[in-house]
């Protein structure tokens, strides 16, 4: 009888243990949610980039893109689209909530994803690529086509490997024209509508989608879910490479370094001013910039210093103004929404740069006209008292001293002015009529 006993609990045991392992191997795997709002920018890739390796690494099953955003720059929309079509992780760009949008980079993110999904009210397109001081000649120039060539093969390629409205993509690039949710899902733009990220897990529950790492199945009705909002790398990448946030930053670094070659000795000053100009230089690499501005405000520094020192009666102090900020303005290639610097801040800085060349400056001029009061100098000019022979009272101590007058030599008493000093004897010579 216990031998039936033990026999009955040991497969009884067995049970459970392949029961809880089927439940796990069953259970469905998790789905990661990225928030994507505000330009894209260096800021914005990286997030996504990390996001979507970190979305691999917890073996989800599916990544959902959630965009709200007016486009952004061209090498960080395709930093984001690599990482997508390389991605083992199904992606679901979803445009949300109602009354987002996804403008111009944006639509290429949205057609590279293996799932096209749009909230109600929300709209998509205008695709074409923003360029500096676009005008109608500008339009018609050799190089704006060429880009626009480019762009409208890019999407058509991301069309044409999502099977998705070809001839809708290259209008959007070409006319820069715009879809609402139900317009996309009736010209077959993207694949579905929802209300929100449940309703859209409800509707994806069951899909099959093919990635790089082969077939999926979705399981999302009951998948749980694992939000992933920008750490404080992302934060502080997004601050430093707001361009505005970036040239004070410069700007800061050479005030540092320039208040440090100005009085030597802060050491406070120099380390500061060196560290926010590694990092402002650091963000304006990620960012499309203009050399000829970065130029023309070195350059515009360089007449605000040089204005000190040389007459030019204000002519280099109010070019150099000029220059830095024309340089400004021109600084950030590229007329992309939420990346170009407020003339407001433009003004502020050329103000506030002007003041401070000019108040340090007029420190160091004022500095170098003050007489020596230490060392070797010091001693030329000064009035001592002849004591013995060969010896004088100068500054309250005792020196040896010749006299450098052949005429007449100082005695005892008479009053003498310092000409010279070699080593530890002076060159003295009797003051007449004093």
Same mark, same amino acid.
Request: one cysteine or more; glycine letters at 10%.
């Given at each position: ?14 049970? +459970? ?14 789905? $990661? ?25 917890? @073996? ?48 290429? *993110? ?20 923003? !360029? ?32 998705? %409205? ?20 009736? !010209? ?9 990220? %449940? ?8 899909? @099959? ?38 040239? *004070? ?9 320039? +208040?440090? /070659? ?19 230089? +650091?963000?304006? !690499? ?31 102090? *109010?070019?150099?103004?000029?220059? /830095? ?13 939420? +990346? ?8 502020? $800085? ?6 401070? $060349? ?18 070797? #100098?010091?001693?030329?000019?000064? *009035? ?8 004088? !009272?100068? @500054? ?14 100082? #005695? ?9 000093? @070699? ?12």
């Amino acid at each position: 009888m216990s031998k039936r006993l033990c026999r009955f609990l040991r497969c009884a045991l067995l049970a +459970f243990v392949i029961g809880c392992a089927a439940q796990k191997a069953n259970a469905a795997a998790p789905v $990661v949610v990225i928030p994507l709002s505000g330009a894209i920018g260096p800021a914005s890739a990286d997030f996504v980039v990390r996001s979507l390796a970190r979305a691999a690494d917890e @073996h989800a099953q599916l990544a959902v893109l959630q965009l709200d955003t007016p486009g952004g720059l061209d090498q960080s929309m395709r930093a984001i689209i690599q990482a997508i079509l390389a991605s083992p992780v199904p992606v679901a760009t979803f445009i949300a909530p109602s009354g987002a949008r996804a403008a111009s980079a944006s639509t290429y *993110i949205l057609y590279a994803s293996h799932i096209a999904a749009m909230a109600p009210g929300t709209n998509l397109g205008a695709a074409t690529p923003i !360029q500096l001081g676009s005008d109608k000649a500008a339009s018609e120039s050799t190089e704006t086509r060429k880009q626009i060539q480019d762009a409208a093969a890019y999407i058509r390629g991301l069309a044409q490997l999502r099977d998705r %409205n070809v001839q809708w993509a290259e209008r959007a690039v070409r006319e820069a024209v715009a879809l609402s949710a139900s317009e996309a899902l009736e !010209q077959k733009v993207i694949d579905l509508t929802a209300s929100d990220v %449940n309703d859209l897990l409800n509707k994806l529950d069951g899909k @099959h989608v093919r990635t790089t790492a082969g077939d999926v199945t979705l399981n999302t009705k009951d998948a749980a879910r694992i939000v992933l909002n920008p750490d404080w790398r992302s934060r502080f990448l997004a601050t430093i490479t707001d361009p505005s946030i970036a040239l *004070i930053l410069m700007m800061i670094g050479l005030y540092g370094l320039f +208040f440090e /070659f100005a009085n030597p000795g802060f050491v406070l000053p120099g380390v500061a001013g060196a560290i926010c100009l590694l990092v402002g230089a +650091f963000a304006l !690499q990620l960012l499309p910039i203009s050399f000829v501005g970065l130029g023309l405000i070195v350059f515009g520094l360089g007449c605000l210093v040089a204005e000190m020192f040389l007459p030019t009666f204000g002519t280099l102090g *109010i070019g150099g103004i000029v220059a /830095f900020g024309i340089g400004a303005l021109m600084l950030i290639d590229t007329d992309v929404p939420g +990346f170009g610097i407020p003339i407001g801040v433009i003004i502020g $800085v050329a103000l506030v740069t002007a003041l401070f $060349v000019f108040t340090v400056s007029g420190l160091a001029l004022k500095a170098r006209r003050r007489p020596v009061v230490s060392g070797g #100098e010091a001693m030329l000019g000064s *009035i001592g008292v002849m004591l013995d022979d060969g010896w004088a !009272q100068v @500054h309250g101590e005792r020196w040896r001293v010749e006299s450098a007058a052949s005429d007449k030599q100082p #005695e005892k008493g008479d009053r003498v002015r310092v000409t010279a000093r @070699h080593g530890l004897t002076l060159s003295v010579e009797p003051m007449r009529g004093d």
